[in-house]
């Protein structure tokens, strides 16, 4: 099996005043241990990249480098994977957002949906309830 994993979840194992910190990290670690192969698509890398470091969003960001190790401690495993769009991004996106309407914040989650659509990543372990506007992905939620 492999399968995707949201930002939310990166961030809120970096967040040691999350409620949801010690939840969140131990299933990084397990994710981090493999073997199962595991996607870190980029817009979910710079989206914990942009937060985590942000100090307007953590009351205690992250420095640069520190998010930047986090980042490379993850990709530098054997059974991680990065992903990116590739030739025909534009229509997967169409067929994946048909019928929506998309604004505001729900824009990332498109993106990263058609993303992993486009790609044959079908499983995203995500904390954020917004991912179940789309078809097509199977939904983990670790935290709850």
Do not use: K
Request: proline share 7%; aromatic share 10%; glycine share 6%.
């Amino acid at each position: 099996m492999s399968f995707a994993i949201d930002a939310n979840i990166l961030l809120y194992a970096s967040d040691t005043s999350s409620p949801f910190h010690e939840r969140a990290l131990a299933f990084l670690q397990a994710c981090a241990e493999g073997p199962e192969l595991l996607y870190l698509p980029w817009p979910v890398v710079m989206a914990y990249l942009r937060i985590a470091t942000h100090p307007a969003i953590f009351e205690r960001p992250l420095s640069p480098d520190e998010a930047v190790a986090n980042t490379e401690a993850l990709l530098s495993r054997p059974h991680v994977r990065s992903v990116g769009e590739i030739d025909g991004f534009w229509e997967v996106y169409r067929r994946a957002t048909n019928g929506m309407v998309i604004r505001g914040n729900l824009v990332p989650d498109a993106h990263l949906v058609s993303l992993l659509l486009q790609n044959g990543i079908t499983t995203l372990y995500t904390h954020d309830r917004d991912f179940h506007r789309f078809a097509g992905i199977r939904l983990r939620d670790p935290l709850g």
